[in-house]
């Protein structure tokens, strides 16, 4: 595919961007091939759809909307190509960090998804919420169908390989049944 010239004063514009400024502009256009693309001052930059967001989405109109004003990071400034990448998610904190904080605790959440090596379920009370895995070495040949309702501890957060690990509650009584029995 053959891209028209840049004109000399868009290769200014594009000159005086750097990776890593914030910019503003409009949300022009959403493609559905997942790009969303966005005017920056009289240029058309781009945004990939898993720079949207750090949450799984299906379509970039999940987080944005044509007209709409975003503030981005420029993620890259290609001169030659007349390019411009962007990142809305880059300008937010990771969730999933905030969850890395939460290793330990007790949650209850749905089974989403049954794989054959395990059980996924939902461990934030929102429909776009982060999945972790229970192994079936967990379940123990428990039946579980997608929806039950099951009470998991979250074991391991790998934030860079966005996997969360879960293991199954143990009952109070399991856990008193361990405490009497004296070693």
Known sequence: MHQ?????SEKT??????????IEGKVIEIADFGVTFVDIGGFTAMINIPEL?????????DVVS???QVTAEILDVDIERGRVALSLKALQDDPLTELERQIGSLVSGPVTKIVPF????RVEDRDDGFEGLVQNTELAGNQVEVGDILMVRISLV?????????TLAQTPAGL????????
């Open 66 to 68: 044509v007209g709409q």
């Open 176 to 183: 008193s049944d361990a405490d009497d029995d004296p070693a």
């Open 118 to 121: 395990g059980v996924f379920v």
């Open 53 to 61: 967001s750090w949450r799984y989405l299906n379509h970039p109109g």
């Open 13 to 22: 514009f594009l000159g005086t961007l750097r990776q890593g400024q914030r």
């Open 158 to 166: 790998d934030v860079p390989r966005r996997r969360i690990g879960l």
């Open 4 to 8: 028209p010239a840049l004109s000399n």
